[in-house]
C-alpha cells in the first residue's frame, strides 16, 4: 500500500518561510496530477496548489506570488515553498497525488503562522 509521506510543517511568525514536502513511499502510475491542498477547522478541504503531468500550475489566488509548488518525477515526490506567510494560511496542508485509478492522500502537516 502506497502512502504520502509529508514534512515541514510548524509555527512560523508572519512573514516568515516554509517548505513542505511530500514524498509516495512507492511507485504510482499514471499520475495525473499532484498537489497541496489545505484545511481549517468547520471548512472544507481547498486547493492551494496543482501541478499537473504536462506540467501546467494552478494556485488559489490568495498564495500567488507567494508559494511555488514543484515536484521530483523520479522519487514520487511534489514541495510547497511558501513565503510571505500570513496567519490566514494556518491550516493543515495535505498532499495529494492523483494517479490512473485512484488519489492517494497524505495524513496532513500543520502549519500555524503566529501575526
Known amino acids: 500500500q502506497v502512502q504520502l509521506v509529508e514534512s515541514g510543517g510548524g509555527l512560523v511568525q508572519a512573514g516568515g518561510s516554509l517548505r513542505l514536502s511530500c514524498a509516495a513511499s512507492?511507485?504510482?502510475?499514471?499520475?495525473?496530477?499532484m498537489g497541496w491542498y489545505r484545511q481549517v477547522p468547520g471548512k472544507q478541504r481547498e486547493p492551494v496548489a496543482v501541478?499537473?503531468?504536462?506540467?501546467?500550475?494552478s494556485y488559489d489566488d490568495s498564495v500567488k506570488g507567494r508559494f511555488t509548488i514543484s515536484r521530483d518525477n523520479a522519487k514520487t515526490a511534489v514541495y510547497l515553498q511558501m513565503n510571505s506567510l500570513k496567519p490566514e494560511d494556518t491550516a493543515v496542508y495535505y498532499c495529494?497525488?492523483?494517479?490512473?485509478?485512484?488519489?492517494?492522500w497524505g495524513k496532513g502537516t500543520l502549519v500555524t503562522v503566529s501575526s
Open positions: 512507492g511507485r504510482i502510475f499514471s499520475i495525473n496530477r
Open positions: 495529494n497525488i492523483a494517479g490512473l485509478f485512484r488519489d492517494y
Open positions: 501541478i499537473t503531468s504536462g506540467g501546467s500550475i
